[in-house]
Structures are given as C-alpha cells and as structure tokens.
C-alpha cells in the first residue's frame, strides 16, 4: 500500500478546486453542491465551507445517492440506500457540481446524472473528483480534479477522510507494483 | 433474504434496513418524477384469490414507481374460480416468467406453501394469508409510528401501543405484535375474551379486556376491523354492545395522550370499532398509513428483487 496523497496535498487540492469554480461560475450565487455518499459528501461539504470562506456567503450544498440508478444492482447483494438532501434552493436553474471522491469508469456518474434529472433541470452540471484514475468506460470527463494519479485495473485507490477514517489520505493497493 | 413471508423471518437489524430504506423512498414517492428505473425489466405478479383495496392497489404503485411490469391476477375472473389448484396457478406463472409473487389468500400458509415448492424459482410475498400473518401492513405500521413517535429514530423502544378488537381473525395484529415487540415497543391487547385467539398469552405482548384502562397509558393506539366474513358464530351479544365496550370514539379520544395517534388498518367499518369524528380527526394517521404502505412496499420489492440473489444476498 503507498501513500500517493498526503492530507495536506489533500487540502491544497480541495482548495484550489473551491477557486476553479469560483472562477468557472462568475461567483458562488448559482451554485449547488452535490456529493455522492459516502465520501463525495463530505468533500462537498468541505468544498463549501472553503467557498462560503472565500466568499463571505453561505453556499448551497447537499449529498445525492444514486443507487437506484446504477447499472450493476443485479450482480450484487441488493445495498443500502443513503441519504439525498437538496438545498433549499433545489436545483432547478442551478449550476449543479456534483463531486465524488475517485472516478473511475465514469458509471457512478453517469448514474449520477440520472437521478439528478428525476430531482430536476439543473442549467448545467458539473464534476469535481479528488483522484481521477483513469480507465474510463463512459465518455465522461471531470470538470475539476484534485489529481490525476495513472493506475493499473487490478489496483484499488483507497481514499480515507477525517470524517469517517480519522484521517485523510489517499492510498493505492495492489497491483504488483 | 428472498422471501417475504412472516416476520419471524426477519431479525431487527433487517426490519430496520426496511424502515430506513423506505423512508428514503418516500422522497420519490413526494417528488415531481415519481419513478425509478431500478426494477426495470422484472415481472411482479399480484395473485389476490382474496379482496383487497388497499393491498394490491399500494403493491402495484410499489412496482410501478420502480418500473417492473405487473400483472394483477384476482380468484374472480380467473380459473381459480373454476377450480384451479395453487399448485396450477403457480406453474403458470413461472411459465410466464414472474420474478415475483405477491400472494393473498384465504389458507394460512399458503404463501410459506408457494415458497416452499418448487413450482415456481421467484420471490414469494405475503400479502395476507388467512388469519396468520400480513407482513408488509405490520411494517408500515412500525413505519408510521416510527415516523411519528420514535424516541430514537431508530427503533421503537419506550412505545406502547395498543391493539384494539378482533385479534381472532386478524393477520395483521399476530404480525404487529410480532414486529412491534421486536423493534421495542409494548404492545397490549385488548379485545373480548371470545375475540381472543387460542395461546396468545405465548405472544410477546400483555393483554387487556377494558379499553378505557389502557387508554391513557399508550402512544398509539390501533383498531382492528370486526372481520364479519370470518365470523362463522356469534362472538359478541351485538354491534352496539361491542362499540361502547371496544370502539375508539370522542371520549376515548379525549383520555389519549396528547402526541397519541389513531390507527387503523383499513378497511373501517365506521360506527362499530371507530367513529367516524375518530377516524378523521386531528389523531388520525390512517390515510398516512396508505401513503406509508407505498413506500414499505417499495422498500421490499427493492431488497428483494434489485439485486442477485444467486451470491448469497443478505439485507
């Protein structure tokens, strides 16, 4: 196991993420923050509390879970559904960025925006990922990304945050390196 | 877990996986788009050979709102009323393709019988049968008054809750019990000695034959309808008689606790176990619990059909 991503490369990243939409929106007024459980929320809920520091205003921010639209819930044990919650403002006319901890095949996104579609019609959406791994299988591409880190299929990128691990750091596994 | 037949099935980590999972379907139920495409592609098969209103209607909302394609099968109208054994019936449908069978009927046990066969390879679920058990209505229950009342938001523990009238013939009372007691709660029956089944002191529950002693202690209280199909004799002098001893009427509703609801199963027969100003006064949750049923029942298709079953799957 080797440590790729130390907490401070962590929260540089999450930083300079935060300006990137800043910059890329014109301001925080038209935004919503969108994390996918487990850990893409609490990245958007840090992302938002680094733009409401920034910015001097609170920002919209709320968790999404797409396991009713994911495509591989027949080759498993039926999961568990977490928690949605949408801002006050919901996300209708809304720059929606979704964010999520690691992309991978692009299919957890692509579930992602199926969901968001039954929630509303958001002006665009977006995507902020801490770690892009590549081995894309979709055409998706993220918007703002913390750190592209080139894997090989068979190695696991494991991402811990304080939140829920205690710490926060991103390890790859496996692999044969 | 690939059957729903009886809650003994189900442990409390796995009926509270049910709550919370419905509770997050709910949103769906209350958004713009009321529909998913999780069971898309699976056939449901709704085999009444009993009525139902509430049950099938709430069982085929469930499925739609998931997108799985149902096929509503009732004794009337169909070759059940000509003779049709189960056994037939179920190899029917298995030659159509039914990934799963939402089953009420008249023979306690029939569903454990469809499950236990191998006349069909899906799902089974039991909607009700005979006087044994009906699952899913137990569960919104628990749903609904976990909604309301819990202490915890998890579990019921602290609750009492009372079920009032003909528990003799009531699936959904054994199931109530059943469940509620699990999760936590009291529960306390009251009824008639003659309404009463055989062994009840064996259930996880304490008994009462006065209403107006209990009434002030609980925290919801549920009434069970007088199941007059089911009464082959004579189990109280008459209709008015069991109203001033057992029904739910204004002054009961006065000696309630001031955050207690009212509850009842559906359907009602107003004027003899609730009255019509407690059926739809400000207590009442009873067409809560028809909205709640939707999303139990969702909850339970889900974790039963959504994902393999064929790697060991566990909820």
Redesign the interface.
């Known amino acids: 196991m080797s440590l790729v991503l130390p907490a401070p490369d962590i929260s540089r990243a999450l930083t300079r993420i935060s300006h990137e939409i800043l910059e890329r929106n014109a301001g925080s007024s038209a935004i919503t923050l969108l994390g996918i459980p487990t850990r893409g929320a609490h990245l958007a809920k840090r992302i938002a509390e680094i733009i409401s520091k920034i910015e001097n205003v609170p920002v919209q921010f709320g968790t999404l879970d797409i396991t009713l639209h994911r495509d591989d819930l027949r080759m498993r044990p039926p999961r568990a559904l977490m928690p949605t919650t949408i801002p006050s403002l919901g996300v209708e006319d809304r720059n929606v960025i979704l964010v999520d901890d690691v992309l991978f095949s692009g299919r957890t996104i692509r579930a992602a925006l199926d969901a968001l579609g039954e929630i509303g019609r958001p002006k665009s959406v977006q995507l902020a990922i801490l770690v892009d791994r590549g081995h894309r299988e979709l055409p998706i591409r993220a918007d703002y990304v913390g750190k592209n880190i080139p894997t090989s299929v068979s190695q696991s990128v494991i991402v811990h945050l304080t939140e829920l691990d205690g710490a926060d750091e991103v390890l790859i596994e496996g692999g044969g390196e | 877990m690939k059957h729903l037949l009886s809650i003994n099935d189900l442990s409390k980590v796995e009926a509270i996986?049910i709550l919370?999972?419905a509770q997050?379907?709910a949103?769906?139920s209350d958004?713009?788009?009321k529909?998913?495409?999780?069971l898309r592609g699976r056939t449901i098969v709704n085999l009444f050979a009993e009525d139902s209103t509430r049950t099938r209607i709430s069982f085929e909302a469930a499925a739609k709102r998931l997108s799985a394609d149902v096929i509503n099968f009732s004794a009337k109208g169909s070759s059940i009323s000509k003779g049709e054994s189960l056994k037939d019936t179920a190899q029917t449908l298995q030659a159509m393709g039914a990934d799963a069978v939402i089953i009420r009927h008249g023979a306690s046990g029939a569903a454990h019988r469809l499950a236990d066969s191998n006349w069909m390879s899906g799902s089974v679920i039991n909607a009700g049968d005979g006087t044994h058990e009906h699952p899913s209505q137990a569960l919104l229950d628990a749903f609904t008054i976990r909604k309301h009342l819990s202490k915890s938001g998890n579990d019921l523990a602290g609750l009492r809750v009372a079920i009032v009238g003909d528990v003799l013939h009531s699936r959904v009372a054994r199931s109530n019990v059943l469940l509620l007691s699990k999760l936590g709660a009291q529960v306390i029956l009251v009824a008639p000695p003659t309404l009463l089944p055989v062994g009840v002191e064996s259930w996880p529950c304490e008994i009462s034959y006065d209403l107006d002693a209990v009434i002030s202690s609980v925290d919801a209280v549920m009434m069970l309808r007088i199941q007059v199909e089911r009464m082959t004799e004579l189990f109280f002098p008459n209709a008015r008689e069991y109203s001033r001893y057992f029904g739910l009427n204004n002054d009961r509703i006065k000696a309630l606790k001031p955050d207690a609801i009212v509850m009842h199963p559906g359907p009602m027969n107003r004027g003899l176990e609730i009255t019509a100003d407690a059926a739809d006064g400000a207590r009442s949750v009873i067409v809560e619990q028809v909205a709640n049923g939707v999303s139990i029942r969702m909850a339970i298709l889900?974790?039963?059909l959504?994902?393999?079953q064929e790697?060991?799957?566990?909820?």
């Open positions: 996986s919370d999972t997050e379907l949103r769906v958004g713009p788009m529909k998913l495409p999780t889900y974790l039963l959504a994902g393999s790697i060991g799957a566990t909820i």
